[in-house]
């Protein structure tokens, strides 16, 4: 019970994760400003992302998927030190494989009551009824 709790929430909580560190990266280094949102539109892409894979698990796998590896071969033959493009493309590949393991969704059921009703108050009660 506790490993299908983890494998649903693992990738929300990681996309949410991905999703603020970029947010504050392009803060942090560009400031807040309209350019900064245009020029910067990853955390944008990964949040409506986030939010649509939220509800539709499909959209969770193939969109991070799709969405790493484009930014893996788009910059592939740009940046010299394939580790970065393994540490920037890794986690979003890792929140769409997770999606692929989740359960379509997740529900919590409530533990079935158990009643311990002995003889007499059995009896009582049925009294009442009648």
């Known amino acids: 019970m506790i490993l299908k709790k983890a494998i649903y929430w693992l990738p929300r909580a990681l996309a949410i994760l991905i999703t603020a560190f970029w947010f504050v990266f392009v803060f942090a280094s560009h400031g807040l400003s309209v350019e900064s949102l245009i020029e910067s539109g990853i955390w944008i892409i990964l949040l409506i992302l986030t939010i649509l894979a939220w509800q539709e698990k499909l959209i969770g796998k193939l969109g991070f998927i799709l969405l790493g590896l484009i930014y893996a071969l788009a910059v592939w033959h740009k940046i010299p030190n394939k580790l970065t493009i393994v540490i920037v493309a890794g ?39 009648i």
């Open 91 to 129: 986690p979003v590949l890792l929140v769409g494989i997770l999606f692929l393991f989740s359960k379509k969704e997740y529900k919590k059921t409530a533990p079935k009551a158990k009643l311990n009703i002995s003889d007499e108050k059995k009896e009582e009660n049925d009294n009442r009824i």
